[in-house]
């Protein structure tokens, strides 16, 4: 495996090349075998605490990195509102680890003070892009970054929607001033689960709106796709990939790996795929 | 046609109860999102206390973290939060079970979570005792490290807590004598070490603010083990800060 040389400094933007989603059981093998991987990115609430073996490590793999920062606990779209406390702890996180990229999801998590610690969907109305689009921006407000904001897998839709996901998320952007994070497989798995389109999602999404994109595997249920980030990207997902490269331009590509998480180095591999891809990709541009 | 307000507060009373009607289709779905909260839940719980899980079993441990959450749902994006009232359910959830030396065990293992993300702040040296006097000594008192947490249970809670690093380890009979020790955050890791009484008793005084003197009584220690009992704290490297405590006038 090629290794990445130390630079010594903070490494700064996120390239237009692939990286890996950082997980704790890979911290010691990063920091020993040091992939030549392009960035990498962690979950934002996995580096909380003062203290501990995770902040540590992400504090040395920050020397050698470009860092996104990800979170999944705000739950933005949440009529009870943004909670401050939650709000504090990642601007200590950003101030801390200097991310390149920041980001989160187009969803909400808690009700009546009860957390359900899920990217829960939302009902594409333009109440929602309204409150959506309004804590948006107060957290850019107060975390004193723009986001990306991610779409979220779906295993059911509101029967109140009125505006195509795609339409959704333009209008937050728009509204809010954030980027967007486009996931590929979840644009795959809510297509499949609900029976939508997932190209005329990827060219419903105006050109230079995305930011960065993600990738991950899913498994199946009976009919259900379920988003477990727990094997390799699929064929389709792929396909759906270069549509994506080619409509918004070479874009960070994430591989993320939450389950069955297996060695380092198949992330790594996985993430060659995707440069392999953005390579192709530039030599036709050339 | 409903508010965000509505159509969220429905979603989450039909994650709550399956039988609360929900504007989602297909509505069998929602069983995803109840399933993930309760596993997310669950798995978080597991990671904050993996010796209580292995004691108890992935069956029972499934049971308990389902009545704990009923009680005590997630209050917090942060799943690392989840465990914090956990202790504390178990001991009112088992009076009077024999699984009643789960809550001690629980505390422990809160605490050594706690200590794990925990900082170790600066120690100071016992040189730092030269500006006083010898017969001021029994005055003084002590800033101890703030990840320093002190356990005592009727139950031999560190014995079970250190046979049970590994699965399969075999079980510890729990009415064994009681046992008392510490958790605090070293430089790069936990310590979970049990305490002799004494020693853990001047540790608990010392910890409340009691002065030297005080603290030595009170654990039954000769006043002549003072000098021993102040090396302890330094060599351990527990001592932040030292003052000296004016007793105040009788009045």
Known sequence: ?286 | MASLRELQASFAAALRDASVPCAVLPRENLSIYRNNAAISFRTALGLSFPVLRRRVGDDYFRELAGRYRRQHPSRSGDLHWVGRDFAAFLAADLHGTEYAWLADLARLEWSREQAAVGTMHAAISVDALARFAPEQLEHLAFTLQPSLRLHASDFPIFTIWAANQTDNAPPVDQFLAGECGLVRTRVDGVEVRRLEPRVFSYLSALSAGAPLGEAVSTAGLDQSALVQALGFVFHEALVCAVALKVARPAS
Request: with cysteine; hydrophobic share 40%.
């Open chain 1, 1 to 286: 495996m090629a290794r990445l040389e130390s630079r010594g400094v903070r490494p700064g933007p996120i390239p237009a090349c692939a990286g890996i989603g950082l997980r704790s059981v890979h911290h010691q093998d990063l920091l020993n075998e040091r992939p030549a991987v392009g960035w990498i990115e962690a979950h934002t609430e996995n580096y909380f605490h003062e203290g501990g073996a995770a902040v540590r490590a992400l504090e040395r793999a920050r020397a050698d990195y470009p860092l996104s920062l990800h979170g999944v606990g705000l739950g933005l779209g949440s009529v009870d509102g943004v909670d401050r406390e939650h709000l504090a702890r990642v601007r200590h996180a950003i101030a801390r680890f200097e991310p390149a990229l920041v980001s989160e999801h187009a969803c909400w998590g808690h009700s009546g003070g009860e957390f359900f610690n899920d990217l829960l969907p939302l009902p594409y109305t333009d109440e929602a892009v309204e409150l959506l689009a309004r804590q948006v921006g107060e957290a850019q407000n107060a975390l004193g970054t723009r986001l990306l904001i991610e779409n979220v897998s779906a295993y059911v839709a509101f029967e109140h929607s009125r505006l195509h996901e795609w339409e959704f998320l333009t209008a937050v952007a728009d509204l809010s001033g954030c980027g967007l994070l486009l996931d590929v497989n979840n644009v795959y798995v809510s297509s499949k689960n609900l029976g939508l389109d997932a190209r005329a999602f990827i060219e419903g999404l105006p050109e230079g709106s995305v930011g960065e994109i993600h990738l991950a595997g899913h498994s199946r249920n009976g009919a259900v796709l379920i988003d477990d980030h727990g094997s390799h990207v699929c064929d389709e997902v792929w396909q759906l990939y270069r549509l994506a490269i080619a409509r918004f331009d070479a874009t960070p590509t994430l591989i993320e790996w939450d389950t069955n998480i297996p060695a380092l180095s198949t992330l790594v591999a996985e993430s060659q795929r995707a440069d392999s891809m953005l390579g192709e990709l530039r030599g036709l541009a050339a």
